[in-house]
Nanobody, 122 residues
Framework: QVQLVESGGGLVQAGGSLRLSCAASGRTASVYAMGWFRQAPGKEREFVAAINWSGSTTYYADSVKGRFTISRHNAKNTVYLQMNSLKPEDTAIYYC???????????????WGQGTQVTVSS
């Protein structure tokens, strides 16, 4: 079992930055791939970014490439999502996720966090 707790959401103006954090706990949490998904009001949850267990491979949705960066610190069992050049359309609840493998095709990872709200004002 893996538990995930997100933090770092908030309200920011368009063009601003935020960094989300996700702390993982539980047995062998460091060997899981980690990812971020988001869900805007009235829309389905969508993939944002993912990183493999070692940090050597990352994946991004086309909509965030060049603006978002995912990273992880395994000694702290934490994954980060640095979000720059934020746009109003990035407004959503952001969820941390974990599974053995997460990539751009993943829709239902094994573990989810509770989510953190990100609101970008225009």
């Amino acid at each position: 079992q893996v538990q995930l707790v997100e933090s770092g959401g908030g309200l920011v103006q368009a063009g601003g930055s935020l960094r989300l954090s996700c702390a993982a706990s539980g047995r062998t949490a460091s060997v899981y791939a980690m990812g971020w998904f988001r869900q805007a009001p009235g829309k389905e949850r969508e993939f944002v970014a993912a990183i493999n267990w070692s940090g050597s491979t990352t994946y991004y949705a086309d909509s965030v490439k060049g603006r978002f960066t995912i990273s992880r610190h395994n000694a702290k069992n934490t994954v980060y999502l640095q979000m720059n050049s934020l746009k109003p359309e990035d407004t959503a609840i952001y969820y941390c996720a974990a599974d053995r493998v997460i990539d751009t095709t993943t829709t239902r990872p094994a573990y989810w966090g509770q989510g953190t709200q990100v609101t970008v004002s225009s």
